[in-house]
């Protein structure tokens, strides 16, 4: 499988990505400025408010985290999944992102990553269309229903 151009080819380039650090010159000294590390994946507010809702609907959502991830499949080539999980399924390799003051935990394994780096959670209530929308800078091209993608 050819790894998309606007993806990253290894978990030390997203590390990378993820710890930017950026040296500015003065003419008198030199200085570094650190760069808060970007999120892998945003959230809209709308996005975390409903993904919260769900959360809170679970019977244990102090030990749940969300599981964001892509498999094979779809009409596009890869299908975007998304599910509540137990922290303890987390593994050493999964980046886990805190948002709202670590009121939701997101997790991703390091293939996913590679996919979902950059990308835009959003949520809509409009009747026809509504649910969650995966805005993904990544993807080529996606279906009509925006569950599946491809590089």
Do not use: W
């Not at 790894?3 to 990378?16: G, L, M, Y």
């Not at 593994?91 to 780096?117: M, Q």
């Amino acid at each position: 499988m050819a790894v998309p151009s606007r993806a990253f080819n290894t978990r030390q380039q997203v590390q990378r990505k993820l710890h930017l650090v950026t040296r500015t010159a003065a003419p008198q000294a030199a200085s570094t400025v650190v760069a808060p590390p970007q999120a892998p994946i945003t959230l809209t507010d709308a996005a975390l408010t409903q993904l919260k809702k769900l959360k809170a609907d679970n019977k244990n959502p102090d030990v749940l985290l969300l599981r964001v991830g892509v498999k094979q499949g779809g009409c596009s080539g890869l299908s975007y999944v998304m599910d509540f999980e137990d922290k303890t399924k987390v593994t050493a390799d999964d980046t886990v992102v805190g948002y709202d003051g670590g009121s939701l935990e997101l997790a991703i394994d390091p293939k996913s990553l590679l996919y979902l780096f950059g990308m835009n959670l959003d949520y809509s209530t409009e009747l026809i269309g509504g649910g969650f929308k995966f805005l993904n800078p990544n993807a080529t091209d996606s279906c009509g229903c925006g569950k599946s993608f491809g590089v």
